[in-house]
């Protein structure tokens, strides 16, 4: 299952993109979006994250 970074917690300082192995993390404006489609569900991008942004997808 893939991975999705919380926008409104997301502070834009891209530390989850430069951890993510396969480039599935990718800045969009002022803040971070992960591709599910790319995403392989490592989890490499979340303890990466100083605001706890990211989680795993729900369905």
Same mark, same amino acid.
């Not at 917690?9 to 480039?23: D, E, I």
């Given at each position: 299952m893939a991975y999705q970074i919380?926008?409104? !917690?997301? !502070?834009?300082?891209?530390?989850? +993109?430069?951890?993510?192995? !396969? +480039? +599935?993390?990718?800045?969009?404006g002022d803040k971070y979006k992960i591709d599910p489609e790319t995403c392989v569900g490592c989890g490499a991008c979340e303890p990466t994250c100083p605001v706890s942004a990211i989680s795993k997808e729900t369905r």
């Open positions: 919380d926008e409104t !917690v997301c !502070v834009g300082c891209g530390a989850c +993109a430069g951890n993510c192995p !396969v +480039a +599935a993390i990718n800045q969009k």
